[in-house]
């Protein structure tokens, strides 16, 4: 069964400052790693989506990168602001279930003007 | 394109008593997937559909449970006598079956009191 850690919990960042936020998974059959972002009491915004032949994918000041043999997914996120504070979480289809995303707790992100 | 669509945002009711939300997808849309979040976890797959197939059910969903999609565009899902365990918020995603990137609603945020 496809297990998704994200750590820290919490990162509370000055403005301005380059972050990255960890994601790590137990398959490594994992395909399909996608990123997304969430505001207090709304759903999901879709950041990124790496596809399986994919190892990175770009937008903006954010770039996401994925290394299956290791189990690890990274957001960086570049010249963070204030309104870049939100939860951000990764999620994973794995080779057993092509069907649902599994995901991690999320990483709670505050930036400090 | 205009989003994924779940209705109503916010329920409110009392214990024993039947609810039903409903998610308009993205239209052009096949894959249709229903997910449960509560406060400082990442979201939970419930059950997924392909058109109007529901394909894959999680333990999650008990047999107060039920989903449809009956045209294969907009879905329901009722849960009946609804327990305060149910308290959560409810998210519906789609996406499309060439490109496995995940759009969500906004959600809709049931308190079973």
């Known amino acids: 069964k496809q297990e998704v850690t994200q750590i820290p919990a919490a990162l509370s960042v000055p403005e301005g400052e380059n972050l990255v936020l960890n994601c790590s998974f137990t398959?490594?059959?994992?395909?399909?790693l996608q990123w997304f972002r969430q505001d207090p009491g709304k759903g999901l915004t879709s950041l990124l989506l790496i596809q399986s032949s994919q190892r990175e994918q770009t937008s903006g000041r954010l770039n996401a990168s994925l290394d299956k043999s290791s189990g690890r997914s990274t957001l960086y996120i570049a010249a963070s602001q204030p309104g870049d504070s939100a939860t951000y979480l990764c999620?994973?289809?794995?080779?057993?279930?092509?069907?649902?995303?599994?995901f991690g707790s999320g990483t709670q992100l505050t930036v400090l003007p | 394109d205009t989003g994924v669509s779940q209705d109503p945002r916010h329920k409110i009711t009392k214990r024993g008593q039947n609810v039903t939300f409903r998610c308009d997808p993205i239209s052009e849309h096949n894959r249709l997937y229903w997910y449960r979040q509560t406060l400082g976890q990442g979201p939970e797959f419930l059950t997924y559909?392909?058109?109007?197939?529901?394909?894959?059910k999680s333990r999650l969903l008990s047999d107060r449970f039920s989903a449809e999609r009956p045209k294969g565009s907009f879905s329901t899902l009722e849960i009946q006598r609804t327990e305060q365990g149910d308290s959560a918020m409810y998210l519906c995603a789609s996406s499309r079956l060439d490109r496995p990137e995940a759009f969500f609603g906004q959600g809709t945020r049931l308190t079973v009191v």
């Open positions: 398959d490594s059959a994992i395909y399909n």
């Open positions: 559909f392909q058109n109007e197939a529901q394909l894959e």
């Open positions: 999620a994973g289809f794995s080779s057993g279930s092509a069907r649902q995303l599994t």
